[in-house]
């Protein structure tokens, strides 16, 4: 048997950094937003039978005029969407006039104007649903296990699993903030949904090694040790939650790697927060159990 649990403290000075270092990532250059949260145009274009240009050739066709924040995402087998911060009718006649030069019967299919204002309704929206799904785990987790009150409430592992919760979001926000620094990636819409799976996997294998706990908990001698019984959970779950992790990493690896510039990002931002969920299943969230319980002992 393994004894993960005996050597938490290394895990939390790896936890500690990473953790340190995102937030003085996000704090010096915080992220670089796309048309989601700043406004701006989405122009979706329809092309001829045999016409449609690559999205790096209409990409690069366009970099003469430009534009700022710009994003090109095919769309059925003959449309494009093209998605960049400006609100200038005369801009979007060139950026009109730029394609046509692919295909002179390219048609616009639809130009829609992304407001400040919307922008904001859409930051607050996506900041407001990741506030709800914290609080909705928390308070699941408390419940789920509310007959669970030996050697520590069953509070506690709400809190401690929305510790770890926490642990994984900001290092996947915190590396993002380094991408747009340094090689100008932007984050939109599809970043909060990417944080909000990272929510839910993380949980599901946080819980995984929380139920074991429990159950182990029941069956266990009043006298045996808790980190013990920490322990013997995490190593009769880890091959698990490692096989579940490992398989969904290979896929997400391959929508990074193949996937298209459309859900690069994306698949990208699950990867870190499945990477780093997996990791605070084991090391974080548990550990925090245990040292929960001797901060109690101490202090009765």
């Not at 050597?7 to 790896?14: C, D, G, M, N």
């Not at 960049?84 to 692919?102: C, G, I, P, T």
């Not at 669970?148 to 994984?168: C, E, K, Q, T």
Request: charged content about 20%; glycine content about 8%; cysteine-free.
């Amino acid at each position: 048997m393994w004894s993960l649990i005996q050597k938490r403290k290394y895990a939390y000075w790896v936890s500690g950094l990473l953790t340190v270092l995102s937030i003085v990532a996000i704090s010096v250059w915080g992220l670089r937003l796309g048309i989601d949260f700043k406004g701006g145009t989405l122009m979706e274009v329809q092309f001829s039978d045999g016409k449609v240009p690559q999205a790096q050739d209409a990409q690069a066709s366009l970099e003469a005029l430009e534009l700022r924040s710009l994003s090109i995402q095919p769309t059925g087998e003959k449309g494009m969407i093209i998605r960049y911060l400006a609100s200038d009718e005369a801009l979007n006649e060139k950026v009109l006039a730029e394609l046509q030069k692919f295909d002179d019967k390219t048609e616009l299919v639809r130009v829609d104007f992304i407001g400040a204002s919307v922008s904001n309704q859409i930051r607050q929206d996506a900041i407001n649903a990741l506030i709800t799904a914290i609080i909705g785990i928390a308070l699941y987790i408390a419940w789920a296990f509310r007959k669970v009150s030996r050697p520590v409430s069953s509070w506690y592992y709400g809190i401690m699993a929305n510790v770890a919760l926490f642990h994984d979001l900001i290092i996947t926000v915190g590396i993002f903030s380094v991408l747009g620094h340094f090689f100008g990636v932007e984050v939109g819409a599809p970043f909060i949904a990417a944080l909000l799976t990272i929510l839910g996997f993380s949980v599901h294998d946080t819980i995984v090694v929380y139920d074991r706990v429990r159950e182990n908990l029941t069956r266990s001698r009043a006298k045996e040790n808790f980190e013990d019984v920490v322990n013997r959970s995490l190593n009769e779950t880890i091959a698990r939650s490692f096989n579940t992790s490992f398989t969904v990493i290979v896929v997400l690896l391959a929508i990074a790697v193949y996937g298209g510039e459309s859900i690069r990002y994306f698949a990208l931002a699950l990867l870190i927060g499945v990477a780093a969920g997996t990791y605070s299943s084991i090391y974080v969230a548990s550990a925090l159990l245990v040292t929960g319980y001797e901060w109690k002992q101490k202090i009765n």
